[in-house]
């Protein structure tokens, strides 16, 4: 191993971080499980790309057939895009049934900022302070974990995430107002400094943030301003879509607001390099024509079956139902927990994203969570950390999770708090 | 067709434009051949993407087996990595041997503009006044063929390209003079601005200025200024890389300059969206400590070995020999055509990228290249135009293309100019 991590050090630089003091070396997946190179298995609870399970044999063969007879791009015509699309437009309402096909969530973000502004013709972003989405230059600019060189750019403005133990504006209930308050400070900020408002782009499950847990209506009043504005309002749906929150497909649906563009990404073909925006026609049509935009890769026959795959998988596996299903399984196996260790402050979640935030003396346990990512590691279950402390575990698996699963996360975190905690 | 074109400017917008105005509705493809839904077989003298060949079984059999055992990201540890970087790598010298993974050439050019900030600490770029990197928000600022909403930014200034037809400063002899003479405006204007000089990007075969002709050491006085300025080179090889120009295996060894970072994209995995920035271990450390990079497809472990099979292929099949050879053999049938059509007013290329200029009546013969275009699709030869005035006819087929293929394209074109000229 250390001489593979002096290679990976040397060809990619010294700060491509792994995951784990003892990073994984991964030779096998299957389903919810991975096999390492001394053919140890792993339980993967954190995984979000392998959406249907790793390596699903349909995925696979979809790709395989494919990339056997037909990989082009979309200059020429092709039924497997067309097919694709108005499968997973159909996914969709409030006319949200356009779509660009791109390789990445960044590169769709990318997009959907300059969708924004050439529908509204302003510049002004408002996003959360503690987001992610993603790593283009322009995109990057949203982000808050580094600042970049140069500085953060002033057409991006903040409004307080909302957070589950320390809410913005004192209490959980008051957060939607407070969201709302701070997206009011910065409009009047774009408008001061003359960039206007394109657009509000938000995670709807506010993954990044710590996926706090939010009422129907959270973003009403936020979304009523921006709107107000001139500005609109785009999803990104990388981490909550295709039904992992398990009790809708999409996360706008749970907080029950209608964007004007989704972006989505990771779990879209199971790990095969596809994301996609989806918009409005007029929004689409706007975009086209304010800047001219063609992606190679973008929605070539490989990627549209891989996609394919997974959304029929999706269905036949009852993959939502199954989320819903074994999510609130796995969190009611965490509640227990709960009673027994002091350490879990929180248990949250919806479908297969959850987890539990950690506090101790007070304080947010970061070591302490920390601790316990590594002794989970070491009992063969993978999951990481989230939120503004790195104080909550993080569990977010293939939705192929099964209650099976469940109980295997539940007893080793049982095990592991009782050696660290 | 007609309702397949309908359903297609509804899902991907009215301005989706495709190759063509009879649209090639493709099903299947086989080395240099594309067969459409109605049967009909087309020689490819276009797709560069298909590197090695459309569906090569090597490929796609890595392709499946990967899919199939493991696919995951690069937080992991996973030899499929390490053993392309370093096989990639070991085709470059100015110890480039440093690299990070991306999805597209647009990523990797987005990658590239922040690596040489971060190594400069200046934001200004100098490019040509007639070309192509990418549809990032950030890398189309480089793009000239249209004007984005809000204009150019000022931190991006241009140098005239070169052109065999007509050349900056008169002559062709002069163009390598005329072109560091707008370099070093361009510097004096960023640094004026306040931008200072971070980067040259060029494509080393000018592919999407028309492809010149260039000699050995085109760029060495322009390169000489950037880097008295502070500067740094970047080789966007998307199009030449990967032996497709037969003299070398990448276009600045061709004109023989030392790039500080080069980016790679569409033909480095088949089809598979596969991209990646290779640079010098100094500036790839700059770039992670100044912004904060982590690409969840970039690298995967089935993008590796696809791009593995893709390397190993052009050296089992000597298709480097063979875009040399085939090249040579095309050009000169090329000219003998140009002997006998008079609108041939410039034939040139190198390997497996070349084409012909056509002019009348002393102007760019922009109608009869697209006649040509369309011609040549309707006798089953698929190509296209390039150049400033679209008029130069542009063959950049899979590396794949024999001598037989060679003939067929000449024999077709014959026909064609005999038809349409």
Not at 221 to 250: C, M, T, Y
Not at 301 to 328: F, T, W
Request: one cysteine or more; aromatic letters at 8%.
């Amino acid at each position: 191993m250390a001489d593979v991590l002096t290679r990976r050090a040397r060809l990619l630089g010294p700060h491509m971080t792994t995951f784990y003091r003892e990073p994984v070396h991964l030779a096998r997946g299957e389903g919810t499980y991975l096999w390492d190179t001394d053919g140890r298995k792993y339980l993967d609870c954190y995984n979000n790309v392998p959406h249907v399970g790793h390596c699903h044999p349909r995925v696979v063969e979809a790709i395989a057939t494919q990339a056997a007879t037909l990989n082009t791009h979309t200059r020429y015509v092709h039924d497997g895009i067309l097919e694709y699309g108005e499968a997973l437009t159909a996914k969709f309402d409030h006319d949200l049934d356009s779509m660009v096909m791109v390789c990445s969530g960044s590169e769709a973000n990318d997009v959907a900022l300059r969708m924004a502004q050439a529908m509204t013709g302003k510049t002004g972003v408002i996003t959360t302070d503690n987001t992610y989405h993603g790593n283009t230059a322009a995109v990057s600019q949203l982000n808050t974990s580094k600042v970049p060189i140069g500085g953060f750019q002033d057409h991006v403005k903040r409004a307080p995430a909302p957070d589950n133990m320390m809410p913005p504006g004192g209490t959980r209930e008051g957060q939607a107002k407070a969201f709302a308050e701070g997206v009011k400070t910065a409009i009047a900020e774009l408008e001061a400094n003359g960039h206007g408002v394109s657009a509000l782009i938000v995670c709807p499950y506010f993954a990044n943030e710590g996926f706090p847990t939010l009422e129907e209506g959270f973003l009403d009043d936020a979304i009523a301003l921006v709107r107000a504005a001139g500005g609109i309002i785009i999803a990104d749906e990388v981490q909550p879509g295709f039904g992992r929150i398990g009790s809708h497909w999409w996360g706008h649906q749970k907080l029950n607001f209608a964007p004007d563009i989704v972006t989505l990404g990771k779990p879209m073909a199971n790990g095969h390099p596809v994301a996609a925006v989806i918009t409005r026609p007029e929004i689409l049509t706007a975009f086209q024509e304010g800047f001219k935009y063609f992606n190679t890769f973008g929605g070539n026959p490989v990627s549209a079956a891989a996609a394919m795959a997974v959304l029929n998988v999706i269905e036949d596996e009852n993959l939502v139902e199954n989320a819903k299903d074994v999510g609130a399984y796995a969190v009611g196996l965490l509640k227990e927990l709960q009673t027994r260790y002091d350490v879990i402050a929180d248990v949250r979640g919806s479908g297969l994203f959850f987890g539990a935030e950690l506090w101790r003396d007070g304080k947010p346990a970061t070591a302490l969570c920390d601790a316990m990512v590594e002794e989970m590691r070491n009992r063969g279950v993978l999951l990481h950390t989230e939120g503004r402390f790195d104080n909550t575990l993080k569990i977010r698996p293939p939705c192929a999770f099964g209650r099976a699963d469940a109980d295997l996360l539940a007893e080793t975190l049982d095990a592991a708090f009782g050696a660290v905690a």
